[in-house]
């Protein structure tokens, strides 16, 4: 567990640690929101681990999702419109396609996969079983027969996005509702889904009994209780997640408006056991039920005398097997043979899919993996948008305790390892939620990159807020020319960089290049610099620990500008005085911060960090947060012995984009 911090405490942080980026779906290339919204924080923190704890105790990992109805539909209809291509050669030229937009971000995965390809796809397709059988000998999985939409003018089975329809929870707002869940992630069953509308033949389909494997979610709604207070007491797991996963732990209901109840006493006499909860000045009457098959009798008397109800959020069983044939095989059993898995289970599985393929990959041995998932020295950290909040942060919590525990156990939910769940909140398009299915499409992620950098980008993302609110991206490249008025927002974390921090290094470097012979003067670091880089470094270090990326950018902001102040103030008074012991004092203290800079900013912006070391002449050891309030005689020994690498006039280490600079010029 990520433990909470009170307020002297100081992170500790896992000996190993994994880190895992939520899957994008084979049928499209990358929007901004997917590497703006969750792939840059994995990364920072996945760079920030590396130079915390040691580049060898970290594994990234993340891969494209190459199976599920968004993954079918969109092949039916792009071979309606004459592709020639199987479907593993579309869902490989979509895979490679996201691979390079991420390269292009500097997102550094250890290990990039795909479901369905190559030697991750492999190993999927063994984890997979693997994880099956487990769960079926644990006793946490179950044969169900459950009503399935089926196209009767198509003949054939409809399956997750292939039928759109209204979301039936009470109070959700998604646009769209598909089969089993909407697109803000609320789970019910296909028979709840109002209006349904099949996509292969736009009529109304039929429900007919399918037996599929059911992982028996609802069963552990009080360790999922359990775990939830435990992490609310103890952790630093988002408030707001709490919060969502906390509506799904209630007890089966259902909400009849009281327009559509002619008779509520003849109701309560029917009914299974049950709770009424009957406030006057709400519209509905709520009925809470035990378990589920109380509250699908209550439903089935309420079909016959049509009445109209909706059904609350709580758990239900989390359906693993399909009838579909592009998707990874299901372990034959009992009776059940031929079947695949549905793409949510075997997605959230697939990050240790990823990490063993990676490991073997190295030529480690078949059960390394566990000392990276289950050891107590360890933690895996999962980035994810905030719509897949029961899935990761329920469904795989479920899972997961399932894999390591029979269903006739109670572990102590406060100490299982399990994975931390990091969402972020939407990253809006202006100020309308980005979607690549939405009417408002927003811009490919590699679209960007021809009008800013990839740090400048980072920087941006990095600074929305994402962890307590949605927050809109405004390129103002994008807006209209009447509104492109002031400073592009976009632009403004990076120019601390490109202006601030560029110009207080090459000051320095020039400093030493004109009057120290190219040495760094040798002078003990202010007192006062030194206090202020120890505040500095012990917020920096928090906010990470409890990935308040956004605060993180206030934090250089306030050390960057008050370094440079410090220079621009007392060079002007060493130079008014004609003091030069004061100037070399200053360039010593400004040397010795701008390492710390460059070690605060190499997880968000490594290109220009790493050209940094390469001027100081410092090998990799610079990046070691154990000598981060070092002075710079701990890399380098004496500094009258060390030379700097020259740097030439209008030499930048962070750099504007071009488009930038031709802009610049035309001013």
């Known amino acids: 567990m990520n433990k909470k911090l009170m307020r002297d405490d100081k992170p500790v942080f896992p000996k190993r640690a994994v880190i895992t980026g939520g899957m994008p779906y084979g049928n499209k290339t990358l929007h901004f929101g997917h590497v703006g919204g969750m792939f840059v924080h994995a990364d920072i923190f996945a760079r920030f681990l590396r130079d915390r704890i040691g580049e060898e105790n970290v594994i990234f990992v993340s891969g494209t999702d190459c199976y599920g109805s968004p993954i079918m539909e969109a092949y039916r209809k792009l071979k309606e419109e004459g592709y020639e291509g199987t479907m593993e050669e579309y869902v490989r030229g979509n895979h490679e396609k996201q691979k390079k937009t991420l390269d292009d971000y500097g997102i550094s995965l250890n290990l990039f996969g795909a479901s369905a390809l190559g030697e991750a796809g492999k190993m999927h397709s063994k984890v997979s079983a693997e994880v099956f059988n487990k769960l079926y000998e644990n006793g946490y999985i179950e044969k169900l027969s459950t009503l399935q939409f089926y196209d009767e003018e198509k003949q054939t089975f409809l399956n997750g996005r292939q039928v759109l329809g209204k979301c039936p929870i009470p109070g959700c707002c998604s646009d769209k509702a598909y089969a089993d869940e909407c697109s803000l992630g609320h789970q019910y069953m296909p028979s709840e889904l109002i209006n349904p509308v099949s996509a292969l033949s736009g009529k109304k389909p039929t429900l007919k009994a399918v037996t599929n494997w059911y992982f028996c979610l609802e069963d552990l709604i009080d360790l999922m209780k359990e775990r939830n207070d435990a992490l609310r007491r103890g952790s630093n797991t988002r408030r707001y997640a709490l919060d969502a996963i906390d509506e799904f732990l209630k007890k089966p209901s259902i909400y009849i408006p009281r327009k559509n109840m002619e008779d509520q006493a003849e109701l309560e006499r029917l009914f299974p056991k049950h709770e009424l909860i009957d406030e006057e000045k709400k ?385």
């Open 283 to 667: 519209s509905f009457v709520q009925f809470i039920f035990d378990n589920l098959d109380d509250r699908d009798a209550a439903k089935k008397i309420l079909e016959e005398k049509n009445v109209h109800y909706t059904s609350g959020k709580t758990l239900v069983p989390f359906r693993l097997s399909g009838n579909v044939d592009w998707g990874v095989k299901v372990p034959d059993k009992e009776d059940q043979k031929d079947l695949t898995f549905w793409v949510w289970p075997e997605s959230l599985w697939a990050p240790i899919s990823f990490t063993r393929a990676y490991l073997e990959s190295k030529g480690l041995p078949e059960d390394e993996w566990k000392k990276w998932w289950d050891d107590d020295d360890a933690q895996v950290y999962q980035f994810i948008g905030e719509d897949n909040i029961y899935f990761y942060a329920i469904a795989e919590m479920g899972m997961f305790t399932g894999l390591k525990y029979k269903k006739s156990e109670h572990p102590d939910m406060a100490e299982i390892n399990l994975p931390h769940i990091i969402p972020n909140r939407h990253v809006l398009f202006m100020d309308t939620k980005a979607s690549s299915s939405s009417e408002i499409k927003p811009p490919m992620a590699d679209e960007l990159l021809n009008y800013y950098t990839a740090e400048q980008l980072r920087m941006h993302f990095m600074s929305l807020g994402l962890s307590s609110k949605s927050v809109g991206f405004k390129p103002q490249v994008y807006m209209p020319k009447e509104e492109q008025q002031g400073i592009d927002m976009v632009l403004k974390e990076g120019n601390l960089l490109t202006n601030v921090f560029n110009r207080l290094i090459r000051s320095c470097f020039y400093a030493v290049q004109n009057n120290y012979g190219g040495k760094i003067p040798e002078n003990e670091i202010t007192p006062s610099i030194i206090e202020l880089s120890k505040k500095t470094v012990a917020e920096y270090e928090r906010h990470m620990y409890n990935h308040d990326f956004h605060r993180i950018s206030y934090t250089l902001d306030d050390y960057i500008r008050e370094v440079n102040k410090h220079w621009v103030n007392n060079v002007k008074k060493a130079d008014n005085n004609n003091d030069p012991e004061l100037r070399k004092q200053i360039v010593a203290d400004c040397f010795y911060a701008c390492k710390i800079i460059a070690i605060l900013v190499h997880p968000i912006a490594p290109n220009g960090c790493e050209m940094f070391r390469e001027y100081m002449n410092i090998d990799k050891s610079l990046w070691n947060w154990d000598k981060i309030l070092e002075p710079l005689t701990a890399y380098v020994g004496e500094l009258s012995k060390h030379e700097l690498k020259e740097l030439l006039p209008r030499v930048d280490f962070f750099k504007k984009h071009e488009v930038q600079l031709a802009e610049m010029e035309q001013e």
